[in-house]
């Protein structure tokens, strides 16, 4: 459970910063870097690992342990999260698809190492291979916020990027055993994994 609460929170931390961007046209960099970073690391030894450390899950540990507790101020957030894991159901079962979204990555790794995983250059090919991809899956994962930044396309590259960040979570989560049942029968446990989480972070 400690593990499957990490990658919630890493898909919680990165759907945050989609909604963030569409309302407001900026990201957090520090975040935006630590969710971006997740796609690169398809090998990782371990859920922490995939994040660069459990401190910077942190923001995405506080959102979750808000929604466990009910405290969730931002009702379009689970409905996100509920729509990438329903989408990761189906990303999973295609196996094309799937080789073809590993393979669009590691093209693009080397891009991503020489200028950083949140250049404009990387967003645009990570969101172009979302775009691809992914965005044909359905139901499709609806973004809402500002016409004026959701009409800008380095925007909707940027987001489109988060996305697909947010997918790799939801993968992982997926891998470690986590399923929606959790939510219905171990909201306490999960509760409990976060409070421990959050502590460690």
């Known amino acids: 459970m400690q593990e499957r609460v990490l990658a919630l929170a890493g898909l919680m931390q990165a759907l945050k910063q989609v909604r963030r961007i569409a309302d407001t046209g900026q990201a957090d960099a520090s975040v935006l870097a630590t969710a971006l970073d997740s796609v690169f690391r398809i090998d990782a030894e371990s859920p922490e690992a995939v994040y660069g450390g459990a401190g910077d899950l942190r923001p995405g540990l506080l959102l979750l342990r808000d929604y466990l507790g009910s ?40 891009l991503a190492e020489r200028l950083g995983s949140s250049h404009p250059d990387v967003l645009t090919a990570l969101g172009k291979l979302y775009s691809d991809t992914i965005s044909n899956l359905r139901p499709k994962v609806m973004v809402q916020g500002n016409p004026h930044y959701l009409g800008q396309s380095d925007i909707v590259s940027e987001i489109r990027a988060l996305l697909l960040a947010a997918l790799r979570s939801a993968v992982l989560w997926r891998q470690m055993g986590g399923s929606l049942l959790d939510f219905l029968i171990a909201r306490r446990q999960m509760a409990a994994a976060v409070e421990s989480q959050s502590r460690l972070g």
């Not at 009702?75 to 590993?102: G, K, S, T, W, Y």
């Open 71 to 110: 405290r969730n101020k931002d009702e379009a957030l689970p409905r996100l999260a509920l729509a990438v894991l329903q989408i990761e159901r189906r990303f999973v079962r295609d196996d094309a698809m799937a080789r073809q979204v590993h393979d669009g990555i590691v093209a693009t790794q080397p």
